[in-house]
């Protein structure tokens, strides 16, 4: 498998605009959670997901920030409008239900808001 | 209240040297406990995990850890630090029979090697 995949790996974006982050867990998975990395704050549950439905978003910092999944294989993260303050690196990690919370992780996706 | 601590912000040591990194949990029930490392760039991959039975696991790379219950701990160490093992560790607590499915994430430790 070639584990979970965020695209893209890099975005560099003015604030204003609206970012869109991607993510493709591990197949077979069947949770899907979005963490942000911060120097100030560390690493940050945003919200997760099972079999397709969001569980728990209280990590979601604003109404500016939503998620979603449409299919077991695919989940998005957009930020609208984007500022400053919401550079960071966004992970994704997969879990499958089974796994005793084990979770796998992306290689990230490096948010700079200018 | 969950949380996870990891006292040491960053430890400096040298190569083939002994390495301990600390991690203290506050967790109301069973927990399960783990170790992820990120190496510059990365995303976090997963170092050893503790669910239950001997409280000595060992993980990759080398790696083991020990839970103390008594002590609330679950400190990594390794015998012998390769000039690879460069990069943040993360201690993290998650539930272990029932309850929510996040885990909880310590601040990180990075580890310096020198040579």
């Known amino acids: 498998d070639a584990g979970v995949i965020q695209s893209p790996r890099h975005e560099v974006t003015e604030m204003g605009q609206e970012v869109t982050l991607r993510c493709k867990p591990i197949?077979?998975?069947?949770?899907l959670f979005w963490y942000r990395q911060t120097m100030m704050r560390g690493l940050e549950l945003l919200i997760y997901?099972?079999?397709?439905?969001?569980?728990?978003d209280s990590g979601m910092p604003e109404d500016r920030f939503s998620a979603k999944m449409p299919n077991a294989s695919f989940s998005t993260l957009k930020i609208q409008p984007s500022e400053p303050r919401d550079s960071a690196v966004y992970f994704c990690a997969s879990r499958s239900g089974t796994a005793k919370n084990i979770q796998y992780f992306g290689a990230g996706t490096r948010l700079s808001v200018l | 209240a969950q949380s996870v601590t990891q006292p040491d912000i960053h430890i400096t040591v040298s190569e083939g040297a002994s390495l301990e990194l600390r991690c203290n949990y506050s967790?109301?029930?069973?927990?399960?406990l783990f170790w992820y490392v990120q190496s510059p760039g990365q995303g976090l991959q997963l170092l050893l995990k503790y669910f239950s039975g001997d409280t000595l696991v060992q993980g990759i790379k080398g790696f083991e850890a020990e839970f103390k219950r008594s002590q609330s701990s679950f400190n990594l160490r390794k015998p012998s630090v390769h000039w690879s093992d460069a990069a943040e560790y993360f201690c993290a607590v998650g539930p272990g029979l029932t309850g929510a499915n996040n885990l909880f994430f310590g601040t990180g430790t990075r580890l310096t090697v020198i040579p």
């Open positions: 967790y109301g029930a069973t927990p399960y």
């Open positions: 197949s077979g998975h069947d949770y």
């Open positions: 997901f099972n079999n397709n439905v969001p569980i728990d």
